[in-house]
């Protein structure tokens, strides 16, 4: 029908749109020049809404392919991100770490290194940033530095660890031994420093009393008592999708503080647990969304 009707060549329509017959029309063509305004000079955050069919694919297309080199695009294959999932997925995306953590790494790297004191420069080198910007950072946490001699880095690494709640043990139990669960009770960063994985419970007979790493596996009826006697603060779900809910709501009643969730199933967070979904599936997907073009 559109190349008999439209007189065109080929097909307007792929499984992507065909940004080469863009129709800049019907105010198209200002609303895409108003957008890349928007995006070059800061404007912050944009959203482009309209009715099914209007457009919108195409147009944030034809965006992406007209921006200049120096801008950098990212997909987001769930658009039901809340706000801090957001800024996280556009960090992790970009390869940025948040400025708290970023500082973090970099004090860790400079005391392995022997380094007592850091100055603003060097530190604004090591983040991409100015001087000034770093000093204004800082002083949200407190008072740090000296003029002219810089910033002690062990009491900067100690100051940051007690604000972010570094300094001091964190017990985990894992929800689900099977695979990625028994994995993650052997990974090291979850049994270093801050972080110790003290249980793992599954509901499989044939897994309870086994030996995993350091765990022995406990069956799941004792998940409240383990989470009281052991000081457990953080839950890690990695469960089948169909059973993660049941079992979000029993780490809850445990009463943990906080979950982290493996479960292939994004989870509504209970309003005094701290939830945190990790979707691996959808860090494949964006990744195999690159490769085919």
Do not use: W
Not at 35 to 61: F, N, P, Q, W
Not at 144 to 155: E, L, M, P, S, T
Not at 181 to 206: K, M, Q, W
Request: aromatic content about 6%; proline content about 3%.
């Amino acid at each position: 029908m559109y190349l008999e009707h439209f007189g065109l060549r080929e097909a307007p329509f792929r499984i992507t749109p065909h940004t080469d017959i863009f129709f800049d029309g019907a105010d198209r063509g200002a609303t895409l020049e108003a957008l890349i305004y928007a995006i070059l000079h800061d404007e912050g955050i944009v959203k482009v809404s309209g009715e099914v069919g209007s457009g919108k694919t195409m147009l944030c297309r034809v965006l992406m392919e007209r921006l200049p080199q120096n801008v950098d695009t990212i997909y987001l294959a769930t658009p039901s991100f809340a706000r801090d999932e957001i800024l996280q997925a556009i960090a992790d995306e970009l390869e940025l770490k948040l400025s708290h953590e970023r500082m973090t790494v970099a004090l860790r790297q400079l005391q392995e290194q022997g380094t007592a004191r850091v100055s603003s420069q060097e530190l604004a080198r090591l983040f991409h940033l100015s001087a000034a910007q770093i000093r204004k950072d800082l002083a949200q946490f407190g008072e740090f530095g000296i003029r002219g001699v810089g910033y002690d880095v062990g009491h900067l690494a100690e100051r940051l660890h007690a604000l972010l709640g570094l300094d001091r043990r964190h017990a985990l139990i894992i929800v689900g031994m099977g695979n990625l669960g028994s994995a993650l009770a052997r990974y090291l960063g979850f049994n270093l420093g801050s972080f110790e994985v003290v249980a793992g419970v599954d509901i499989d007979p044939r897994r309870v009393g086994t030996q995993v790493g350091h765990l022995t596996v406990r069956p799941s009826r004792e998940l409240a008592q383990l989470v009281r006697d052991l000081g457990v603060e953080i839950g890690v779900l990695t469960v089948p999708a169909d059973a993660a809910h049941e079992n979000y709501q029993a780490l809850v009643d445990a009463g943990v503080e906080a979950v982290l969730n493996f479960a292939p199933v994004r989870l509504e967070p209970h309003p005094k647990v701290r939830l945190k979904n990790v979707d691996l599936r959808i860090n494949l997907e964006e990744i195999a969304y690159f490769l085919k073009e």
